[in-house]
């Protein structure tokens, strides 16, 4: 009965596709127009991608730190390494230059080696006073000898900040207005000014200016995610309109595809307007995606139209087929990809939700239209010309097919063997894998501003904060001299640890201060003695400059400390064994019950959550894992058909995380993505083969050799058409300058194309081997869906 409905909904929906053309075309141009009106609502993302649930612990603890002390990534940081900058022409230039940026409304700050303040004591009113350490342009070059004598000798507060002593790198810092970080101000300002200040800076002078910080390298990498966005889409159409024009020598076949792949990446967008989300390096991999995903839909549609036209030479019949035939097919197949990119809604993380709703809707989007558009437009054309259906009496593709054939009937035991030793092979490569929570790997590594990262990385230690926060648990409770010596020492543990910079914090000014009570002598940039904290307190509490020094280190009410250092490009594994020294450290050192410490800073975020991300992954892969089993279950009611359907799906995945562990591709958030991708698109394969397959053993009586090879004939063809669609598709995103997007790309084809050949080969093997098993209607009841409609043998092709 349910047979019978499910058929007779499929021609109840072809008979209404093809009797109302003109309306269903006119809704989906107003659908078009609609989504089309919602673009203005797309925005890139002005923030960093917060990979952490908004109540996550780490999440709650970095949050009351922004409270406590405000926008950590707010600093954007100029250095120059040239020994020709300390002559009177250059070395005036160089400080115009910072204080050019301080008469912008977006510039909350600038410290630059002009701005250097010398701590000073005043003997006559007890106090420190803060005098500059250049006061007006260099006018001689013994001046700008003497400054640079003097600069890296006598200020060890500032070294590793405003210079690097022993390198002689000068370095500037020019913190953004807090509130424009997270906003496009930000964007226009560092695009459109700062960059065009410096690059005429670098042409007059021919100083080598670098230029980082977190602002800026965001805002360079999402203008690169900008740019990729039309060249991933430009690309992807290029590819598959290439390979389906090579596969069917029709430019009108060609032309249609794109037609309507092209409105499903106009409705994408509008998706994202509509919802209001962000365009993210995630969401912007979507429009790409259902370009490759949508071509095999056009692929099986057309490839039939044009089948049932050979056939028997009738137009209408042909399309009223191709929706009764096919349409289920394609929705279970099409439904399944989405299932894979829907698991991602249940994961904790906002990024990924948004990632999995748009990219799940956007593919349930693809398939209404091609199975709306395709069937509508050939009702106008006229009927295909011989050579438009040439391609189906290719030879080579025959030669592919008994190929094919022939391995499933010879060589099981080779093709077993083969999965076995690959298998094998695969876990010890998977042992090998490692978790990857950095930053800046997966940015371009050609551009300007990656150099400049690791220029600073060289010269300063690392560009990404990590913030220590002590907790006294009482007011004024930091300036204790026994607090500030715990600060101490904990300070020298992170000057032992090689992936962090030299740390800043109220103990450095501390130190200074001693320094300038002694009349500026770097030999006593040193904690005071308890007898000398006395004196230099008291200078303290009377200097007003002190106090604006101090708001940097310490909260208004003096409970609160802050330890500034900034971190290189360091492994997962690393990080969290640093992690745990600092954690051990501070147990020893600050007691329990009188402090209270807490590590954070956006370094620190981001490494807990590529780890957080990477555990919701696996879990999304899981959950797809299930669903498409249970979806398998519900389509062919039987266990045994759930494990040998599962079997050649799962094998491609295991194989491709044993290659990413041999060739040192770690897992972090875009490589993890693979897996949930590639299963659910090559589960479609299966589907597609398992329902032919159950058709032809109902017409050849239950007879398993014959219907294995009859489902193999009939869905290879179409099977290899949409692999190699699907391989070259998604090695378009090799193209980019993205690392992550280019093993995204990669590993995504790779995996398809196992995926091709395991369902071709390993699939049909498992069918003979098993068929004592698998042969009786007992095992192959009637099925929930009947996704192919039964045919009768006079119809047959």
Not at 158 to 168: G, M, P, R, T
Not at 170 to 185: F, G, M, P, Q
Request: net charge positive.
């Amino acid at each position: 009965m349910l047979k019978l409905f499910t058929t007779g909904f499929w021609e109840a929906v072809a008979r209404i596709i093809l009797r109302n053309k003109i309306v269903i075309l006119t809704l989906i141009l107003l659908a078009t127009l609609f989504f089309s009106s919602q673009w203005k609502n797309m925005r890139f993302s002005n923030t960093e991608a917060n990979l952490l649930p908004d109540e996550h612990p780490v999440n709650l603890i970095y949050n009351n730190f922004l409270e406590i002390f405000g926008e950590e990534g707010n600093l954007i940081i100029l250095g120059v390494q040239d020994s020709t900058l300390f002559t009177v022409e250059k070395l005036n230039a160089w400080n115009r230059l910072a204080d050019d940026f301080k008469a912008y409304p977006e510039v909350d700050l600038v410290v630059s080696v002009k701005d250097l303040q010398l701590l000073t004591k005043n003997t006559s009113l007890e106090k420190f006073s803060l005098q500059p350490f250049i006061k007006d342009s260099i006018q001689s070059q013994d001046q700008a000898d003497a400054l640079q004598q003097s600069l890296f000798n006598d200020f060890p507060f500032y070294d590793k900040f405003l210079f690097n002593a022993k390198s002689q790198t000068l370095r500037t810092a020019i913190y953004l207005k807090k509130d424009i970080v997270n906003t496009s101000k930000r964007k226009d300002f560092i695009l459109n000014t700062l960059q065009t200040k410096i690059d005429n800076f670098k042409a007059k002078t021919q100083l080598d200016v670098k230029v980082s910080g977190m602002p800026y390298i965001r805002t360079l990498n999402s203008q690169l995610i900008i740019e990729e966005i039309g060249a991933f889409i430009g690309a992807a159409l290029l590819v598959t309109s290439l390979i389906f024009f090579m596969f069917f020598r029709s430019v009108r076949a060609t032309f249609i595809s794109l037609v309507v792949v092209c409105i499903g990446v106009m409705w994408t967008f509008g998706i994202l307007g509509l919802l209001n989300y962000e365009i993210t390096v995630l969401t912007a991999l979507i429009p790409p995606l259902i370009i490759v995903i949508g071509i095999p839909n056009c692929i099986f549609l057309i490839n039939k139209y044009q089948r049932e036209v050979n056939l028997h030479g009738n137009k209408v019949k042909s399309l009223q087929r191709v929706i009764t035939k096919v349409g289920n097919a394609t929705l279970m197949t099409n439904v399944t990809t989405a299932s894979g990119f829907a698991t991602f809604m249940l994961t904790q993380s906002k990024l990924l939700k948004e990632f999995g709703l748009v990219a799940s809707l956007s593919i349930l989007s693809i398939f209404i239209l091609c199975l709306l558009i395709i069937p509508i437009i050939y009702t106008f054309l006229p009927f295909p010309k011989d050579r438009h259906l040439e391609h189906l009496n290719k030879r080579w593709i025959g030669g592919f097919v008994d190929w094919m054939e022939r391995m499933v009937k010879e060589h099981r035991v080779t093709i077993y063997a083969i999965s076995v030793v690959l298998l094998a092979g695969s876990i010890i490569g998977i042992y090998q894998i490692k978790i990857s929570g950095s930053i800046i790997e997966d940015m371009p590594q050609d551009t300007q501003f990656f150099e400049d990262i690791r220029f600073f990385e060289k010269e300063f230690d690392g560009i990404m904060p990590l913030e220590i926060m002590v907790d006294t648990k009482r007011k004024k409770g930091v300036m204790k001299l026994s607090t500030l010596k715990r600060i101490d020492q904990l300070e020298q543990v992170i000057n032992d640890i090689p992936e962090l910079s030299r740390p800043l914090s109220v103990v450095s000014l501390v130190k200074y201060s001693k320094q300038a009570y002694y009349n500026g002598n770097p030999k006593y940039y040193q904690l005071p003695t308890s007898q000398e904290n006395n004196f230099i307190l008291s200078y303290a509490r009377n200097s007003t400059s002190e106090v604006d020094l101090l708001k940097s280190f310490v909260d208004s009410t003096g409970q609160y400390a802050r330890i500034t250092t900034f971190m290189k490009d360091t492994p997962t594994d690393r990080m969290e064994r640093i992690e745990e020294e600092l954690k051990s450290e501070i147990a020893k050192i600050f007691p329990a019950e009188q402090y209270s410490i807490t590590i954070t800073g956006k370094a620190h975020v981001f490494q807990k959550g590529t780890k957080y991300l990477v555990t919701n992954l696996v879990i999304s892969l899981s959950l797809a894992i299930f669903l498409i089993a249970l979806f398998m279950a519900y389509m062919f009611r039987s266990l045994r058909m759930i494990v040998i359907s599962l079997i050649p799906n799962l094998l491609p995945l295991i194989i491709t995380a044993g290659l990413m562990g041999f060739i040192g591709v770690p897992i972090k958030p875009s490589t993890i993505l693979v897996f949930s991708i590639a299963f659910g698109i090559s589960v479609d394969d299966t589907i597609h083969f398992l329902a032919k397959y159950r058709q032809e053993l109902m017409v050849n009586h239950w007879k398993i050799r014959k219907s294995v090879y009859a489902a193999l004939r009939e869905t290879g063809v179409s099977m290899f058409y949409t692999s190699i669609v699907l391989f070259f598709g998604f090695s378009v995103f090799t193209i980019s300058s993205f690392g992550g997007t280019v093993a995204l790309g990669g590993l995504v084809s790779a995996t398809l194309l196992f995926a091709m050949l395991s369902n071709l080969l390993l699939l049909p093997s498992l069918l003979l081997s098993l068929e004592r098993s698998i042969a009786n209607k007992e095992v192959l009841k009637e099925p929930a869906i009947n996704i192919i409609p039964d045919e009768e043998n006079e119809e047959r092709y």
